[in-house]
C-alpha cells in the first residue's frame, strides 16, 4: 500500500463500478495517483479491489455511508487527501409533473445532497494541508434543460450552483474547484436510467402516456449510440487537466452537444434556445 507521505498524491472517486468514474479510477492510477475508488455494491467493491485499486463502499445517500468512507480515507493517508472527483449520480427520467416529491428527493439525496455532504467532510482535510482539487461531473443537463430528464436536470443545475459558489468561497485558499460538462458519453447511464423509470413513473395513468411508450423504447433499446457519443476517456482527459494542471479551468466542456449547447445558449433567447432543445429530442417523442 502507498504511504501516506505529501508527495503522493491521493484521489477519492464516488462511482466507479462502471463509466467515467471506473475510467478514471484506472487512469489516474496509472498516472501514479492513489486512488480510493468507490462504489455502493459491496459486489462491486470486491470486483474494483480484484482489478488492482485500492477500494472502498460508499452510498451517497447515506450519510453513515459517507462519514465511514471519509474516516477510512483519513486513516490510510495520514489526514491528507490531495482531491475528490464528485462523479456518482443517476439519472431519473420522467415528466415533471408525474415527479413525486419522493422520487425527486431521492435523485436529490444522491446527485446534489450527497455529493454536498461528501464534499464538506473532506475540506477540512485540504484546509489543514493548505491546498485540495475538488472536480464536480455535471453534465450539459447542467445548463441545458431537456424534456423528460426534469428530475436530472435540477439536480445538476443545483450542482453548478454550488460549485460556483463554493469556487468563489474558496479563492485563495489553495483549494481550487472545476466543474466537468460531459455531453453523451458511453456508460450504462442509460440502463440504471431504465430501472428508475420502471419505479417510479406511472406510465398508465400519465398524460404523457403516448410519449413514455416512446421514451421507454430508447431507455430500453441496447442497440447503438446518441450521436456525438465519446468514450469516458474524453472525460479522463478533463480530469486530469483540471487535477494537475498549475490553473485548472473552472469548466470543461465535453462533447459536441455540450460545446454547441453552450455557444447557443449565449447567443439565443430563452424561447430560441427551447425549439433548438426541442427539435434535439424531437424523435424521442414523435
Known amino acids: 500500500m502507498p504511504d501516506s507521505r505529501e508527495t503522493t498524491r491521493s484521489l477519492l472517486i464516488t462511482g466507479c463500478s462502471s463509466g467515467i468514474g471506473h475510467a478514471a479510477a484506472h487512469g489516474l492510477a ?20 480484484e482489478e488492482g485499486l485500492e477500494a472502498l463502499p460508499l452510498d451517497l ?22 482531491a475528490l472527483f464528485n462523479n ?13 416529491r419522493a422520487v425527486l428527493r431521492e435523485q436529490l439525496e444522491t446527485n446534489l445532497l450527497g455529493t454536498h455532504e461528501l464534499t464538506t467532510r473532506v475540506l477540512p482535510m485540504m484546509r489543514a494541508q493548505g ?7 455535471s453534465s450539459v443537463l447542467g445548463f441545458a434543460a431537456l424534456p423528460y430528464r426534469g428530475a436530472y436536470v435540477c439536480s445538476k443545475f443545483a450542482l453548478e450552483g454550488l460549485t460556483d459558489t463554493l469556487r468563489q468561497e474558496l479563492a485563495g485558499s489553495g483549494i481550487h474547484v472545476s466543474l466537468i ?3 453523451p458519453i458511453t456508460s450504462r ?29 430508447r431507455l430500453a433499446s441496447q442497440d447503438g449510440k446518441a450521436p456525438f457519443t465519446l468514450g469516458p476517456e474524453a472525460v479522463v482527459e478533463k480530469l486530469i487537466h483540471a487535477l494537475e494542471s498549475r490553473r485548472p479551468r473552472p469548466r470543461y466542456a465535453v462533447t ?16 430560441g434556445m427551447d425549439r433548438v432543445l426541442l427539435r434535439s429530442t424531437r424523435d424521442e417523442r414523435e
Not at 456518482?88 to 413525486?100: F, H, I, K
Open 30 to 49: 496509472a498516472r501514479g495517483w492513489r486512488v480510493f475508488a468507490t462504489a455502493r455494491a459491496e459486489a462491486d467493491v470486491a470486483r474494483l479491489k
Open 88 to 100: 456518482g449520480a443517476y439519472g431519473q427520467p420522467g415528466a415533471v409533473e408525474d415527479l413525486s
Open 189 to 217: 447511464f442509460r440502463e440504471n436510467a431504465y430501472r428508475a423509470f420502471q419505479a417510479h413513473i406511472d406510465t398508465a395513468h400519465s398524460a404523457h402516456a403516448d410519449t413514455y411508450r416512446k421514451v421507454e423504447a
Open 256 to 271: 459536441l452537444p455540450t460545446q454547441l449547447f453552450a455557444a447557443l445558449k449565449r447567443v439565443l433567447s430563452t424561447r
Open 181 to 183: 460538462q460531459p455531453g
Open 61 to 82: 445517500a447515506d450519510s453513515a455511508s459517507i462519514e465511514a468512507a471519509v474516516e477510512e480515507v483519513r486513516q490510510r493517508t495520514g489526514g491528507r487527501l490531495t
Open 131 to 137: 491546498h485540495g482539487r475538488i472536480v464536480q461531473n
